[in-house]
Structure formats: C-alpha cells, structure tokens
C-alpha cells in the first residue's frame, strides 16, 4: 500500500469506529461490538504505525515501499 492507500484505510476504520460509536450514544457497546472496536483500533495502530514507517524511511532516504506492516503483538506491545 502506498501513502494514499494507508490514509483511505485509515479514514475508512475511523468512518467505521464512529458509526459504532454514535449507534450506542447514552448506552454500553454489546460483547461483539465490543470487540469489533478492538479490532478496528488495531488495525487502526497498524495503518498509522505502516504509515510513520513510510514517512520514517523517505526520509531517511529509503525507499518507502520496503516498510512492511508489523504483527498486531509488536504494534501493541509499544509503551506510550
């Protein structure tokens, strides 16, 4: 995916983590949209994490497209 295609991505998850949200003003996500939200917001991690690598890589110099998306356990595993 270049840039553009990250963004949309990103734009798109957001869009989607928004309508679950509004869908439940005043009231609890069910269990499964519960976890429908986490998975979203992974992935979420994922895109903007691809997406600083892209931007870390150009740079730098590098060559953007070699920045490959990192497993779910790495993005998660960052300390804020």
Do not use: F, K
């Amino acid at each position: 995916m270049d840039d553009r295609e990250i963004t949309a991505r990103i734009s798109e998850l957001v869009d989607e983590e928004h309508r679950l949200e509004r869908a439940h003003l005043g009231s609890a996500l069910s269990e499964d949209e519960h976890a429908q939200m986490t998975v979203l917001n992974n992935e979420l991690d994922q895109c903007w994490d691809l997406l600083r690598q892209r931007r870390a890589r150009r740079e730098m110099g590098q060559n953007p497209d070699e920045a490959q998306s990192r497993p779910e356990r790495v993005v998660e595993g960052y300390q804020q």
